[in-house]
C-alpha cells in the first residue's frame, strides 16, 4: 500500500533524524521491496494502531511466517543460521520428560513450543523455586506442570481470566495459530534481565523490526508493566 509504506518511511526519517543518524545509513535504498509474507500494507486503514498491527499479525495462520510460531524450529532455524541463542539443554516433540534434565540444573527456563502469550507455557525455575510465584518445586511438580504444558492448546485465542492481588484480569493473547502447531517441549538457559540483574524477572521481551532493522525494543515486567 504505497500511501501506508509512506507513512512508515516518514516516521522512520522522523525517528532518524531525531537520533541524529543519516538516513543512506540506515540501508533502505538496497531495500525496494518488502518480503510478501511482512508486508501488511494491503490490510492497513486509517487510524490503525501499534496493537492493531500486533492482533492483526497474532491471527495470521495463513502467512509464511507462521512456522516461526514454533519455538523449537525457530531455535533449530536460528542456530543453523548461526544465530547466537539461549542454551537449550532439552528439546523434544515425542517426549516431555525433563527430571532427568533438571537434575544438573539451578537456573532454567521450560517452554512449550506450542503455545503463547497467555497460553500458559512457560516455567522459570531457579534452586527448585518457581520465580513468577517464589514456590519452592519439587522435580515431580515441575514434571506434572510440564506435562500439562506439553498438551495441546485447544483454547488459543479465547478469552482467559485469572485473579491477581485479588482482582481479575482478562486476556485473550495467545494466536489461535497455537491450536495448529505440532506440541513440543524446550528446556534452555534462563537469562538475566538486561540490566543483568537476577532479582527483576522480566517476562518477555519485544522487538520490533522494519526493513530488516530493530527499530525498538521493550521489556514487559511480570504483571505487565512495559
Not at 88 to 117: C, D, M, N, T
Not at 124 to 144: C, F, H, M, N, Y
Request: aromatic share 8%; glycine share 10%; proline share 5%.
Amino acid at each position: 500500500d504505497e500511501g501506508a509504506s509512506g507513512a512508515c518511511w516518514r516516521e522512520l526519517r522522523r525517528a532518524a533524524d531525531a537520533d541524529g543518524v543519516p538516513a543512506l545509513h540506515l540501508g533502505f535504498a538496497q531495500l525496494l521491496d518488502v518480503a510478501p509474507e511482512f508486508d501488511m500494507g494491503p490490510r492497513l486503514r486509517p487510524g490503525m494502531g501499534l496493537y492493531d498491527l500486533y492482533d492483526m499479525r497474532r491471527e495470521d495462520s495463513e502467512s509464511r511466517l507462521a512456522p516461526l510460531m514454533d519455538k523449537a524450529a525457530l531455535k533449530e532455524l536460528l542456530v543453523s543460521n548461526g544465530i547466537p541463542t539461549a542454551k537449550v539443554f532439552y528439546q523434544s516433540y515425542e517426549s516431555p520428560e525433563i527430571r532427568q534434565v533438571i537434575a544438573g540444573l539451578s537456573r532454567y527456563a521450560v517452554k512449550a513450543a506450542h503455545r503463547h502469550h497467555g497460553g500458559g507455557g512457560v516455567l522459570l525455575v531457579e534452586s527448585g523455586r518457581d520465580l513468577r510465584t517464589g514456590k519452592p518445586l519439587t522435580p515431580d511438580e515441575i514434571q506434572a506442570k510440564v506435562d500439562e504444558m506439553m498438551a495441546p492448546d485447544l483454547h488459543a485465542g479465547e478469552r482467559r481470566c485469572f485473579m491477581v492481588d485479588g482482582s481479575e484480569r482478562c486476556v485473550n493473547n495467545a494466536p489461535k495459530l497455537d491450536q495448529k502447531l505440532r506440541p513440543a517441549i524446550v528446556v534452555e538457559e534462563l537469562a538475566v534481565t538486561w540490566d543483568g540483574r537476577r532479582d527483576r524477572l522480566a517476562d518477555e521481551a519485544f522487538c520490533f523490526t522494519a526493513w530488516g532493522r530493530v527499530v525498538f525494543c521493550g521489556v514487559m515486567g511480570a504483571g505487565g508493566a512495559w
